[in-house]
C-alpha cells in the first residue's frame, strides 16, 4: 500500500492562534487527499476533499474559511485551523486512495489541543 | 445519512474467545468492504478487505463474511489476543469511485487477558 507521513504527530497551541498540519504522500502521486477528523471515542468524520491543483471540496457544516486545505502539489496537502479555539482540540487524520487498489491509506495523525 | 452502521459500539472478549462485528449497508452499488483497524493515538490500518464476489476472506486470524442478499458483512477475530485490543472499523465504498469511503461508527474490541 502507500507510504503517507503526517506532521506533527501533536500539537498544543493557543486560542486564536493557527496551526498547520502537513500530510505527505511519500511513494506516489496523490492528486486527491481526504481530511479527517475524530473525536474521542468516535467515528472518522470527513471534513474535505483535497484536490491537487484546485480548491478543496468541504464536507457540509465544515467551516471553509476556519479549515483552510492546501494541496500545491502532488505530494503534499496541508491543513490549517485558523483561530484556533478550544473546541477545535481533536485528532485530524488525513488519507490517500491506495493507487492500483480501492482502498485508503492513513497518516498517523495529528492531536490538536487548543488551551 | 449514516450508510453504513455498526455494531456492536464495544466488545470485550476473553482471550482465545472470538470477536465479531456486524456491519449492515444500504447503498447496493458499494462493491468494496474494508475493514480498519485503529490503535489509541494511531490513525486506522487496513486489516482486511473483501469484493463481494466471494462469501468470504480469511487472513490468519482474522475472517470477513459477506452476504450480499442481506447488504450485511462481518469480522471475526479467531483466538483474540490482547494485542487485538483496538477498534475496528467497517467502510464500504464504489471501487470506480474510490474517492467516496463510507465509514462504520467503529467497534471498540477490549481482549481481556
Known amino acids: 500500500g502507500a507510504v503517507v507521513s503526517q506532521h506533527p504527530s501533536w500539537v498544543i497551541c493557543k486560542s486564536g492562534t493557527s496551526v498547520k498540519i502537513e500530510c505527505r504522500s511519500l511513494?506516489?502521486?496523490?492528486?486527491?487527499m481526504f481530511w479527517y477528523r475524530q473525536f474521542p471515542k468516535q467515528s472518522l468524520m470527513l471534513m474535505a476533499t483535497s484536490n491537487e491543483g484546485s480548491k478543496a471540496t468541504y464536507e457540509q457544516g465544515v467551516e471553509k474559511d476556519k479549515f483552510l486545505i492546501n494541496h500545491a502539489s502532488l505530494t503534499l496537502s496541508t491543513l490549517t485551523v485558523t483561530s484556533a479555539h478550544p473546541e477545535d482540540s481533536s485528532f485530524y487524520i488525513c488519507?490517500?486512495?491506495?493507487?492500483?487498489?480501492?482502498?485508503?491509506?492513513f497518516g498517523s495523525g495529528t492531536r490538536l489541543t487548543v488551551v | 445519512q449514516q450508510q453504513v452502521k455498526q455494531s456492536p459500539q464495544s466488545l470485550i472478549v476473553q482471550k482465545g474467545g472470538i470477536s465479531i462485528i456486524n456491519c449492515a449497508y444500504e447503498n447496493t452499488a458499494f462493491d468494496y468492504f474494508p475493514w480498519y483497524q485503529q490503535f489509541p493515538g494511531k490513525g486506522p490500518a487496513l486489516l482486511i478487505a473483501i469484493r463481494p464476489d466471494v462469501s468470504e476472506k480469511k487472513e490468519g486470524r482474522f475472517t470477513i463474511s459477506f452476504n450480499k442478499s442481506a447488504k450485511q458483512f462481518s469480522l471475526h477475530i479467531m483466538d483474540s489476543q490482547p494485542g487485538d485490543s483496538a477498534t475496528y472499523f467497517c467502510a464500504a465504498s464504489v471501487s470506480y469511485n474510490n474517492n467516496d469511503m463510507r465509514f462504520g461508527a467503529g467497534t471498540r474490541l477490549t481482549v481481556k487477558p
Open positions: 511513494d506516489f502521486q496523490a492528486t486527491t
Open positions: 488519507s490517500v486512495a491506495d493507487p492500483g487498489s480501492y482502498g485508503y491509506t
